[in-house]
């Protein structure tokens, strides 16, 4: 698809996600990333490993929204980086639109990046201080020469009517901005360039609880506008699961469980996606209550060193002598659809109740934990 | 289509409709300069310095003044009989030195000197520490490894004495002195901004710029370049008088510019051999002298107080 | 930790060996008339010729360097042209009066910087806060050399025309003479390179303590009624000396040159007159020696400096 250097207004808008067919719009094909780290040890200057992205394959499709979830440190701003190719891949393959981009370098890659776009996490981190905020959403223009200095100055303007902002702030600089005013600018630098995906890197998650809401609207009514393929990542699985038309879960840098939206939270397949979903607050205080409530025992372990087998089977409740050994991959399980993949030896039947679980291997935290972890349903222990 | 929020807290975010002006924004610069307004200490310091500066300049007003020029020798009238310097009076103000020369006048011509070493060497010394600085930091790897450890031994080096091992070789003069100074000057201000830049390149907006396609020139200047200017700003106002002082050093240690050059730290030297018969002569100059450092250390602090609080523990 | 000195012990050889190799190309690139001045005036050119083969002028430089260096390395640093008296004869001679100095004068300006600094940080903004602030601006503005004419002009000219006399006009006395002495030769000089220096030092102390007392953790300790101060000497000032370790490092390159200003100004026989000296005289071998010294003294300076702060913050260990 051949790519018009300088206009941005006949690109093909979907009416809807779902509408959407064909060729995938992303595809990663076992994806790793791995950072060399010095070893703490005075002497020793060997070379250890942060295995922060591991064999992760994912499709993602135009128009569609592929949400992002997993914890802290699993690996999921890494994955956004590799797809964005801000970081160099240790192996695997990144196809955009058909592309290989796995390789290529900065010089090849410079008009891709106006296809691939970001928004990131830390609205104060994101903005230059000492940029003057037309200049920064009039980055991209500037970067990749288009249009005239007035011509850039209206394009500007009319990207910050776009976002919510007041196109006579031009000349302000990020300080004088709120959080939330500053992921708008944020988001209008990503779009300046009418991008076919943006990778949402937390884009909420430093903002407040009622400015959340503004922004996360705010990025669905750009969607519906442009037909833009979004990648929402975040760590909180209520905000993801309003946006998201898919949902992928990472654990230790690898992808345990994909699926569309709703599946992941009524047939939840994966031992940790359902830790994850217990964890999400319930506003009826009886059907909290009646709910099972799973506690992960310990922290993620560390990423230089990850558990043998399945990542996750040293804090899984339903742990067995072959999650020490095998490491599953992502397939469908049970009777799921082909866009359901699962990566577990023992997945979760459909009303399981996992808090009766107890692992059978000795390798587990919970059995090493002080005390049990796992609250039964209906009262305190 | 604007995509306008919309309710109370929306309300909250947007702000007061101007009637299509362009609003101009606040600039740190000028947060900074008005932060620095306020200052009365900075303030009195700034007009000392502007009196200095218009004192040096309009020299030849003090020549034409008192009618003596400040290299000429006035054996008759400006010495004792005994040959010794005359003390302040209506015909000298400041009195003469060991060859009758008019004190007052050579104050004001010492003045350009010193202003003139201050800023030049100053300004040589920072243009070169930026750029390596940038550079350093900003590429990282051999690059970076190398230059630090230029840095390293540039400031490992004996100043003062490999300064005199230098000068004793050339010979004195002006432009020696401003190289000299200049050339050990800048390793400080490259280690700061080499810091400066480590801190920066990890910061998303450089991801951002990366992201949105920038080349590294562009992220360099465009990016970290103005992040960089305020301490680089600070360091510099700072560094003016400790030149300042180096450069009377240098003239006192008589490796800085060649007689009968009117400069203050010559003149310090040359009255020290008095100091009992003709204290003017050493206590006049020596004055001048720490006036002028004075009002550059606390306007010094003020920049830095207004523009770049957090420094503190960068500087001396 | 040893892995960490040998580095430093390396990186500080190679910029002692590039300094030899900077001052040798000065050296040759000045015109040097030493063998004619030693010759005298009336002299052939032969005997100038002879001179200079004796003094080993004659050969090619990057000889005369491999030279240099290999008796440097057994420690002998080589003759003084005029009077053929070895180089580590006359550090030897001058250098228990430069460090007379130095030494004096860094104990002096670390105490009494430092404990003005803690004065001001415990006591912000009061009077004796702003006083001293106002004190450390007026002699940090202060060059060395004018402080010394200062406390010459005041302290002993003035003191002695008012009779008392009680510091003498420069000089040195040594060690072995008698301690009195000895000292009140060195109490002027002392003061002009340590009270610039203080200065500084007061300024930094302060800013560090006034961060260090902000803490979180100052606040519990105060809280858990420990005393004052307990509090100050015991918890604040070990973290609040850090800067003031780094910048002691930094700032013995700049003591040299102060100490050859302060013997200038005192006339104290130390290494600073005796590099001015030969400098004026073209004597290549003592000037090398010196510089060479000065900056092996600060190269070894700031490997300690960096040893203490290692043992202090372990990650600098592993940079």
């Known amino acids: 698809m051949s790519n018009n250097a300088d206009s941005d207004s006949d690109r093909p808008v979907f009416s809807s996600p779902k509408d959407a067919a064909g060729d995938p719009l992303l595809r990663l094909d076992r994806v790793s990333k791995a950072f060399p780290v010095q070893s703490s040890k005075l002497f020793r200057r060997s070379r250890e490993l942060v295995h922060a992205v591991e064999d992760v394959s994912l499709e993602v499709r135009p128009g569609e929204t592929l949400g992002l979830v997993g914890e802290t440190g699993c690996g999921k701003s890494t994955l956004a980086r590799c797809i964005a190719r801000l970081y160099d891949l240790t192996s695997g393959s990144v196809i955009f639109d058909g592309k290989d981009i796995s390789y290529m370098s900065r010089r090849e890659m410079r008009p891709l990046r106006r296809e691939i776009q970001m928004i990131f996490q830390d609205p104060y981190g994101s903005l230059n201080p000492r940029r003057r905020v037309g200049s920064i959403i009039g980055d991209p223009f500037a970067i990749h020469d288009i249009g005239s200095r007035g011509e850039r100055k209206k394009k500007v303007q009319d990207l910050m009517e776009l976002v919510g902002l007041n196109p006579e702030h031009y000349n302000r600089f990020p300080s004088e901005f709120s959080g939330g005013q500053r992921q708008r600018i944020g988001t209008a630098r990503a779009l300046a360039l009418r991008p076919r995906m943006v990778i949402c890197d937390e884009p909420v998650s430093a903002l407040d609880v009622s400015i959340q809401a503004q922004i996360i609207n705010l990025l669905k009514d750009l969607q519906d506008e442009f037909g833009l393929t979004y990648i929402f990542i975040s760590h909180d699985l209520s905000v993801v699961r309003h946006v998201s038309d898919r949902i992928a879960v990472m654990y230790l840098g690898r992808i345990v469980e994909v699926a569309p939206a709703e599946e992941v939270f009524e047939c939840t397949r994966h031992p940790y996606t359902r830790a994850l979903l217990s964890a999400l607050p319930v506003a009826d205080p009886d059907a909290a209550d009646r709910r099972e409530s799973i506690v992960l025992v310990g922290d993620i372990p560390s990423p230089t060193h990850p558990p043998s087998g399945c990542r996750f089977h040293t804090r899984c409740p339903k742990a067995r002598p072959d999650c020490v050994r095998i490491n599953p991959e992502l397939e469908q399980v049970f009777d799921d659809g082909a866009e359901h993949l699962t990566a577990c030896l023992h997945p979760l039947a459909l009303g399981e109740d996992m808090s009766l679980a107890r692992p059978q291997i000795e390798d587990s935290e919970i059995l090493m934990a002080p005390r049990a972890s796992v609250k039964s349903p209906g009262g305190t222990q | 289509m604007s995509l306008s929020p919309t309710g109370p807290a929306a309300a909250a975010e947007t702000v007061e409709e101007t009637e299509g002006k362009v609003i101009e924004g606040r600039s740190p610069w000028l947060l900074g300069w008005q932060r620095l307004r306020r200052d009365r200490v900075a303030m009195i310091s700034l007009v000392v310095i502007v009196l200095i500066i218009l004192m040096a300049i309009f020299a030849p007003l003090a020549t034409w003044v008192t009618g003596h020029p400040p290299n000429q020798q006035y054996r008759q009238i400006g010495l004792t009989p005994d040959g010794l310097p005359m003390g302040p009076s209506s015909h000298f103000w400041l009195g003469t030195d060991d060859l009758g020369r008019d004190i007052f006048v050579r104050i004001a011509y010492g003045a350009r000197i010193s202003l003139l070493v201050g800023v030049v060497a100053t300004g040589i010394a920072v243009t070169i520490g930026v750029v390596v600085g940038l550079a350093a930091g900003f590429f990282g790897g051999i690059v970076d490894t190398l230059l630090a450890r230029l840095v390293d031994v540039v400031l490992c080096v004996p100043f003062l004495l490999v300064a005199i091992a230098l000068v004793s070789i050339t010979g004195p003069s002006l432009t020696i002195t401003i190289v000299v100074i200049g050339f050990f000057s800048w390793a400080s201000v490259a280690r700061i901004v080499r810091g400066q830049v480590l801190s920066l390149r990890e910061r998303e907006f450089v991801e951002a710029a990366r992201s949105l396609g920038a080349g590294d020139a562009r992220i360099m200047f465009v990016d970290i370049l103005p992040n960089v200017l305020a301490p680089v700003i600070v360091y510099s106002s700072l560094l003016i008088p400790v030149v300042i002082v180096v450069e009377a050093t240098l003239s006192f240690l008589g490796l800085g510019l060649p007689p009968p050059t009117a400069d203050w730290g010559g003149m310090i030297s040359d009255g020290q051999n008095y100091y009992t018969t003709a204290w003017w002569f050493l206590i006049f100059p020596g004055t001048a002298l720490l006036i002028t450092t004075l009002a550059f250390n606390l306007f010094g602090d003020g920049i830095r107080d207004a523009f770049d609080p957090r420094s503190d523990q960068l500087l001396k | ?319």
């Open chain 3, 1 to 319: 930790m040893l892995r960490f000195l040998i580095r430093r012990i390396g990186q500080g050889a190679v910029v002692l060996w590039l300094i030899t190799m900077v001052l040798f190309a000065l050296f040759f690139i000045a015109p040097s008339n030493v063998a004619r001045t030693l010759a005298g005036r009336q002299a052939s050119a032969k005997t100038v010729a002879l001179i200079q083969q004796r003094l080993g002028l004659n050969l090619p430089l990057w000889r005369q360097y491999i030279d240099f260096v290999g008796r440097a390395l057994h420690g002998d640093l080589g003759f003084d042209y005029y009077h053929q008296v070895p180089v580590t004869t006359i550090i030897g001679q001058a250098l228990p009066v430069t460090l007379s100095l130095v030494l004096g004068a860094s104990i002096l300006w670390l105490a009494i910087g430092v404990f003005n600094g803690v004065l001001s940080a415990i006591r912000p903004r009061t009077f004796l806060d702003r006083s001293l602030t106002v004190f450390a601006l007026f002699f940090y503005s202060m060059p060395t050399f004018l402080l010394g004419l200062l406390l010459l002009y005041f302290l002993y000219f003035q003191l002695t025309l008012a009779g008392f006399r009680i510091f003498p006009a420069g000089g040195y006395s040594p060690l072995g003479d008698g301690v009195g002495a000895w000292a009140d030769h060195l109490v002027l000089p002392w003061l002009s390179l340590a009270l610039v220096s203080a200065a500084i030092y007061t300024r930094l102390t302060r800013g560090s303590m006034l961060d260090v007392l902000g803490e979180d953790y100052i606040r519990t300790a105060r809280s858990k009624g420990i005393a004052e101060s307990r509090v100050i000497g015991r918890h604040a000032l070990r973290s609040a000396l850090t800067p003031v370790v780094t910048q002691f490092g930094i700032d013995l390159g700049a003591l040299l040159g102060g100490a050859v200003v302060t013997e200038t100004v005192f006339s104290l026989p130390g290494l600073g007159q005796a590099v001015l000296s030969a400098l004026n005289q073209q004597d290549e071998p003592v000037v090398i020696g010196i510089v060479l010294l000065g900056s092996a003294a600060i190269v070894v300076a700031n490997i300690v400096v960096d040893v203490v702060y290692a043992v202090l913050d372990p990650r600098v260990r592993l940079n």
